[in-house]
């Protein structure tokens, strides 16, 4: 029998953030999620903002998915939902932030922020300042900004590139004048440093010795970390409620101290999940092929939980390495670097042939940027240099100088797995253009710029947004119904 609780988020918890980008919070948070491994606390992570990139280093360390909590994309609630589905089973949420604290969106300029998340989810906060060149400078930009905003969330500071010298006199002047602790510091080791490219850090598959630097980082913060005290601001974090929620399996942790992770995991509204759920259960699965390789990894958890409880089985496959799909009633093809493999791609013909002839026996087919890139017929990359991709679609892309349509967008409009009236939230993020953008939906940014997108081609659709699905789940209705209709049509059980 389905019923309608209240939610309660119990887990201790902690969101590190940072002045700015480039401070480390992605070392920091991948070291503490290996040092709570190696103390056997069991961490779920979670990373502020629509990145892909960074909850593939969280996921490399911890073996299991991170979650994007967006407020644009997710809206509040949507980001409550996923926290508590995320923590079930963990016995510490480790969040890690986006760009500098108090930098988001919107009129106040803090919307979408880490301080806006942090203050949602009342997570106490772990300010991560590089202060290399800076001494008593430190402290007053550590203060200022616990000093700054009306819910004042920083409980401790992490000082990054810093001798231990330097770092025992900064926590002395913090202690002294804003009674902010140091709770460790990483010290000027430029091993420690983890290479960006255009779309950020570069994916945690192509550093060969990435465990081995993490485990470094871990040693160097077991070092100089408080533990015990990062444990201690974690679990003052209050409960949190999700009203009206449908439990997908309680989280519990034994240790009694720590108390229940999630005493109810939630996702979304109860009878919208329960709908979804019993329409599924009474079809016949289906099975969608998810591309995933060095040139497509860019997806949300939610997006492909949400595939899974409208009834679809994910199957992985890979572009560049294999040489045919997989038995499939659908294909999913998501962002990525298909510019940094398109020699590669170019050169599987023949999984370019199996493509092309899933095109055109009709199957049900969704891209997204580097995936819409790949369906079209050429990619020129940054050398200027022309590769044939599967020819799917008319129009090439090519690689820019510069960001393209960038940021956060409502795609809007009629056509393929758009219905009449319909809004879905996503974002643009690509150094690259197309011949053909497609011109079915219109993509409006907060600020009321807009532009058309979106290519519909038979059960194709295609274009450059990548779109969250749980804030319109009617879209992810949509292309499973019509997978499930392809496998009809071809008469599999």
């Known amino acids: 029998m389905k019923q309608n609780y209240s939610s309660e988020i119990r887990i201790p918890r902690i969101l590190i953030a940072a002045p700015g980008s480039g401070s480390g919070k992605t070392l920091l948070t991948c070291a503490l999620l290996r040092l709570l491994g190696r103390r056997g606390i069991r961490a779920a992570a979670f990373k502020c903002g629509p990145d892909f990139i960074d909850p593939m280093f969280h996921k490399k360390v911890l073996g299991t998915p991170s979650r994007n909590l967006d407020l644009y994309l997710a809206g509040e609630d949507g980001v409550r939902r996923s926290f508590a589905t995320g923590c079930t089973g963990a016995q510490i949420a480790v969040i890690e932030g986006v760009m500098g604290y108090f930098d988001g969106t919107g009129a106040s300029g803090m919307e979408g922020s880490s301080y806006h998340l942090a203050s949602l989810l009342q997570a106490p906060v772990l300010l991560a300042a590089d202060v290399r060149g800076m001494s008593r400078s430190a402290a007053a930009l550590i203060k200022g900004f616990a000093d700054y905003g009306e819910q004042r969330m920083i409980r401790g500071a992490f000082l990054n590139r810093v001798s231990p010298a330097m770092a ?196 049900p087919i969704l891209a997204e940027c580097g995936g819409f890139q790949y369906l079209q017929e050429k990619l020129v990359d940054s050398e200027g240099i022309e590769h044939r991709m599967c020819g799917v679609l008319k129009g090439f892309s090519r690689m820019t100088k510069k960001l393209v349509r960038f940021g956060y ?77 392809f496998r009809e049509e071809r008469g599999r059980n």
């Not at 902010?180 to 080791?189: E, H, N, R, T």
């Not at 809004?423 to 532009?451: L, M, Q």
């Not at 058309?452 to 990548?466: E, F, L, N, S, W």
């Open 168 to 363: 025992d006199r900064i926590s002395g002047w913090l202690k002294s004048e804003a009674a902010i602790p140091v709770l460790g510091s990483f010290p000027l080791d430029e091993t420690l440093c983890i290479e960006s490219r255009h779309l950020g850090l570069v994916e945690p598959d192509e550093i060969p010795d990435l465990l081995q630097k993490i485990d470094h980082a871990a040693d160097l913060l077991e070092q100089t970390l408080n533990l015990e005290l990062l444990l201690e601001i974690a679990k003052s974090a209050p409960v949190l409620r999700v009203e009206k929620e449908r439990l997908k399996a309680p989280g519990t942790v034994p240790e009694s101290d720590w108390g229940d992770a999630v005493s109810e995991s939630a996702r979304e509204d109860s009878a919208a999940v329960s709908a979804r759920e019993d329409a599924a259960a009474k079809a016949s699965p289906v099975t969608i092929a998810v591309a995933e390789d060095e040139a497509f990894s860019f997806y949300y958890e939610d997006n492909l939980e949400l595939l899974e409880e409208l009834g679809a089985e994910i199957v992985s496959f890979s572009p560049l390495h294999d040489t045919s799909l997989p038995e499939a009633d659908g294909l999913l093809i998501g962002g990525g670097y298909p510019e940094l493999r398109a020699q590669e791609l170019a050169a599987n013909t023949f999984m370019v042939s199996s493509i092309r002839r899933a095109a055109e026996q009709g199957m």
């Open 409 to 485: 967008v409502e795609v809007s409009g009629e056509g393929g797995y758009f219905g009449s009236g319909q809004t879905i939230r996503g974002h643009e993020f690509h150094y690259s253009d197309s011949t053909n953008n497609g011109s079915v939906c219109r993509a409006v940014k907060p600020d009321g710029r807009a532009w058309d997108c979106m290519v519909v081609q038979g059960r194709i659709t295609a274009g450059y947004p990548h779109l969250y699905y749980r804030s319109d789940p009617a879209f992810a209705e949509a292309f499973v119904a019509e997978c499930r209709k």
